[in-house]
C-alpha cells in the first residue's frame, strides 16, 4: 500500500510538472496539440503571455516566441536608379511579432528564416522606390518620402508572416567602388588642373610684383646715386674753399698741415717702404724739425 502512494504521487508529481510552463519575461507562446496551433472559439492562435501557463499534459508542445521589436540590420545591397546608375544602399528594419500564429506557420517560428524573407521583402520595396528616382532625388530631398514608401510597402508583403514592420530606414548610400574610384580618379584630375592654373596665375603675379619691385628698386639706387654725388660735390666744392681761404691766410702753415698729412698716410704702415733722395722736398718740414 505504500508503494502504491509513492507511485500515485509520482504519477500526481509528473502530471502536474508535464501541465505547466513558463514563459519568459519578454517573449510569449503558442501550444501545439497534436501538431496542430491550439485555438479560441474564434479560431484566433491562443498567445500565452509572460508567467506561469498551463496546457494539456503529455500531448501539448510549448513554442516560446521573443514578443520583443527586433532589429534587422542586413548586410548592404546593390540598387539601381531610374537613370540606370548602381547604388549600394545600407538600410535596417525595426519589426516585431504581431500574429504568433501566422509567425510559426509561414517563418517556422525561427527568427533567422523570418528576417531572411523580410529582408527580401523590404528590398523589394526599396528596389521599386529606388528605381523610380534619380540619384539627385534620391540624396537632395525624397529620402524620407523613399523611407515611408518602402515602409508602407514592407508592412503590406510582412503581414502574411505575421510580423508588423515599424520603421525603414537608409543609414547610408554609396556609389559602387569601381563607380566611385572612377570619379575620385575625375575629381583628382579636375582638382589638379584648377591647382596648375591657379600657380600659374599665382606665378605670373609674382614676376610682376618683382618686376615692379626691382624697377623701384633701381630708381630708388639712381635717386640715392644722384643725391650722395651731388652732396659730395657740394662737399668738395666747400673743402676747396676751406682749404683756399686757409692758403690765401697762411700759405706757409697751410703747407705745413698738407705735409703733415701726407707723412701720416705715407708712414701709416710699418712695413711701408719709401726710397726717395735725402735732399727731397718732401722731407722739407722734416729737416727743418732736425735742425731745430
Known sequence: MKNFSLVVLLAAVVLCFSSVFVVPEGQKAIVMLFSKVQK????????????????????????????RIQTLDGAPDRFVTSEKKDLIVDSFVKWRVSN??????????????????????????????????????????????????????????????????LDVRVKQINLPSEVSNSIYQRMRAERAAVAKEHRSEGQEKAEKIRAEVDRRVTVMLANAE????????????????????????????????????????????????????PDSEFFKYMKGAASQ
Not at 537632395?140 to 510580423?163: C, D, K, P, T
Request: aromatic share 10%; glycine share 8%.
Open 40 to 67: 479560441d472559439d474564434s479560431g484566433e492562435a491562443i498567445v500565452y503571455d509572460p508567467g506561469l501557463q498551463f496546457k494539456v499534459p503529455f500531448f501539448s508542445q510549448v513554442r516560446r516566441i521573443d514578443a
Open 226 to 277: 644722384r643725391n650722395a654725388r651731388s652732396v659730395r660735390g657740394q662737399g668738395d666744392a666747400k673743402a676747396a674753399g676751406i682749404y683756399a681761404g686757409a692758403y690765401n691766410k697762411d700759405p706757409e702753415f697751410f703747407s705745413f698741415v698738407r705735409s703733415l698729412e701726407a707723412y701720416k698716410n705715407t708712414f701709416n704702415d710699418k712695413q711701408d717702404v719709401m726710397v726717395l733722395s
Open 100 to 165: 504568433f500564429s501566422a509567425f510559426y506557420l509561414r517563418a517556422r517560428g525561427d527568427k533567422q528564416y523570418a528576417e531572411t524573407l523580410l529582408e527580401q521583402k523590404v528590398n523589394n520595396g526599396l528596389r521599386t522606390n529606388f528605381g523610380t528616382r534619380t540619384i539627385r532625388e534620391i540624396v537632395s530631398g525624397e529620402r524620407s518620402e523613399l523611407m515611408e514608401e518602402a515602409l508602407v510597402q514592407a508592412s503590406e508583403s510582412a503581414q502574411e508572416l505575421g510580423i508588423e514592420v
